[in-house]
């Protein structure tokens, strides 16, 4: 979602501040613009669009200074043209801002009674009146900002900088994560460390309700009271240089070939191939004698823990709930008394999974984190962090990210089930050899490129798709699903594959595409009984199974072929192809793959 990136500075400021908007480029945006103090003003540049229209913009109309702040908008509040592009000002003040401000509409009311001129549509402008209206009223900045902020309700990282104290940029956090970056003569703000990495690795995060002065080369943190708080500085791991595409046309398309490594990495950091076991310290999980388990995420990350739930209840026989974070927050959920609640997050700052997060910690639940961004909120607010490691993902649909999840979480249910006395030694060790076979698999499944992208095609021409599956595959029939609607712009249904006589069978008529996910277990027969319902009225049926499935299939079906493995280790091994098909069909269509419209990587708010 939005991205914001703050310097104070000794250099010119522009270029760099357009080079950490690019590195934040992959969050999601449609507009973007800078502000500098140029010569005792504020000076802006602003554009619909993508950050290539404001480089075009700023070469028409250079600005520059040695402070200024910079944003990437996701619309909220206001359409996503250029006059509500941020940053928004008001007399000296020029403010950017990430979330949503929820009494903005009272604060507009009041300063528009007493003389100020609202231009934008969006909540954020309120922020800029707001300050500059208590400068006005003979407040120092510090004062004014601070007062400011005691006034905001809802979610905000922001920054702001002051024609008439050049040197200054102040910045705060309630909800929308804002880190600050220390150099020798210079400091920087930015909304994650990424953004930061081409100036410096020395970063300080920024605390709920934390607000901040930087200076060149210095930085006074203060906590929601007021008082001054020492923040600890770490060593980002964060690359300086920009993540490329290495040759693919897309990041999607590079991130899906990269999974035999980011899997491999993953499983590796949790296994222990020597004595084929799982390598986390005894105790560590918790769950030897846990009644209950949560699993709590957004989007592709809640289908990985819907996923992992039917593996916790087949393999350590222990109950999952697995929810979407949006409804958990807001429903009184019975807390479980023995149990833990994982959360699972490429990002680690999806506003609604983490105030899930939060409402568990107050409620006394040990709480796991499953991320991928170490230094991110849900990582580090976690009483366990699990990492996955991925890498970074840049392509706004989660790929390689939703793997390594579904890696860490079948080593967390495995472990489980071992401390549990669910699974012998053998067993153990018999699913870890399973687990170590997925990258070579991974690049196995790959092979079926061509035939998906022949597949792909043929969705181009509909409208509708389905994708069914049962038991472990029913989650992996949404993600599908998921993935054509976000980057390929058709509408899709993942089902049940038995729920489908209720209901969704109506859809179906002469030339429907139904996609199947059905590897042979001992559902297929009954998966297979459900494709004949569906042929029988006319849909056009692709089968996703393994040699065994196809044999048993017969030639009534198209079939492709996925190798044939251990279940746990289908489950992953399956989502490539279904990957690539999503992106075969986005590439024909036409569409921004790698960052599809309205959409956000890391959405901070709810
Ligand atoms: C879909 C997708 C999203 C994310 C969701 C959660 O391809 O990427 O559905 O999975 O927004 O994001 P994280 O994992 O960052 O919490």
Not at 173 to 178: C, E, I, N
Not at 248 to 276: N, W
Not at 331 to 359: K, W
């Amino acid at each position: 979602m939005c991205g914001i990136v703050g310097i104070a500075g000794t250099a010119p400021t522009s270029e760099r501040l357009i080079e950490g908007l690019r590195r934040l480029e992959y969050r999601g945006y449609d507009s973007a613009g800078i502000a500098v103090i140029q010569d005792g003003s504020v000076q802006r540049c602003r554009a619909e669009g993508k950050i290539r229209n404001l480089d075009n913009a700023l070469r028409d109309n250079p600005i520059d200074g040695v402070t200024g702040i910079a944003h990437t908008r996701w619309a909220t509040h206001g359409r996503p043209t250029t006059d509500n592009a941020h940053p928004h000002t008001s007399g000296n003040v020029a403010i950017v801002h990430n979330g949503i401000i929820e009494n903005f509409k009272d604060l507009r009311d009041d300063l528009s009674a007493k003389g100020h001129v609202f231009v934008t549509e969006t909540d954020s402008e309120v922020i800029a009146h707001l300050i500059d209206h208590h400068i006005q009223a003979g407040l120092s900045h510090d004062k004014a900002f601070a007062k400011t902020l005691s006034e905001l309700r809802g979610a905000y990282g922001v920054a702001a900088i002051f024609a008439d104290k050049p040197d200054t940029v102040m910045a705060a956090r309630q909800g929308s994560p804002l880190a600050v970056g220390l150099a020798e003569d210079e400091t920087f703000i930015g909304s994650d460390s990424m953004a930061l990495a081409p100036f410096t690795r020395q970063i300080v995060y920024l605390e709920e309700g934390d607000w901040c002065i930087a200076t060149p080369g210095d930085v006074r943190i203060f906590d929601a009271s007021g008082k001054p708080a020492n923040r600890e500085v770490v060593i980002s791991t964060a690359a300086a240089e920009l993540v490329d595409k290495a040759g693919c046309r897309h990041f999607m398309e590079k991130e899906i070939h990269e999974q035999p490594e980011s899997v491999g990495r993953t499983l590796s950091q949790y296994i222990s191939a020597v004595d084929e076991s799982f390598a986390f310290q005894p105790g560590e999980l918790g769950l030897s004698k846990a009644d209950r388990l949560i699993s709590v995420a957004c989007g592709t990350a809640f289908y990985a823990g819907a996923t992992a739930k039917y593996w916790f209840e087949r393999y350590a026989g222990l109950a999952v709930e697995a929810d979407i974070a949006s409804e958990y927050r807001y429903r009184q959920p019975v807390m479980p008394q023995h149990g833990a609640a994982i959360f699972i997050s490429q990002s680690g700052e999806t506003a609604d999974t983490l105030a899930a997060l939060r409402h568990c910690k107050q409620n006394g639940v040990r709480t796991i984190g499953v991320v991928n961004v170490p230094e991110s909120s849900i990582a580090r607010e976690a009483d366990l962090h699990l990492r996955t490691l991925a890498g970074p993902e840049i392509g706004v649909a989660s790929t390689k990210a939703y793997t390594a999840q579904l890696s860490a979480l079948a080593c967390i249910a495995l472990a489980a089930a071992s401390s549990r006395g669910k699974m012998t030694k053998e067993e153990t060790a018999e699913k870890v050899r399973a687990l170590l076979e997925v990258p070579r698999l991974i690049n196995e499944v790959m092979l079926v490129e061509p035939q998906i992208e022949e597949l792909a095609r043929a969705l181009t021409h509909h409208t509708d798709v389905l994708y069914l599956g049962r038991g472990q595959f029913f989650p992996l029939a949404m993600e599908g699903a998921l993935k054509l609607k976000e980057i390929a712009y058709i509408h899709a249904e993942g089902y049940a594959a038995g729920e489908l006589k209720h209901g969704p069978i109506a859809l179906i008529e002469d030339g429907t595409p139904v996609i199947v996910i059905a590897p042979w277990d001992e559902l297929f027969e009954k998966t297979i009984s459900n494709v004949q319902e569906v042929a029988a009225r006319g849909a056009d049926v692709t089968l996703f199974t393994d040699p065994r499935g196809a044999k048993e299939a017969g030639d009534s079906v198209r079939t492709i072929i996925i190798p044939e493995c251990d279940p746990i280790a289908q489950a992953i091994v399956a989502a490539i192809p279904i990957q690539l098909l999503a992106y075969h069909t986005a590439v024909l269509m036409g569409t921004d793959v790698d960052q599809p419209r309205n959409l956000a990587k890391s959405v901070t708010v709810e």
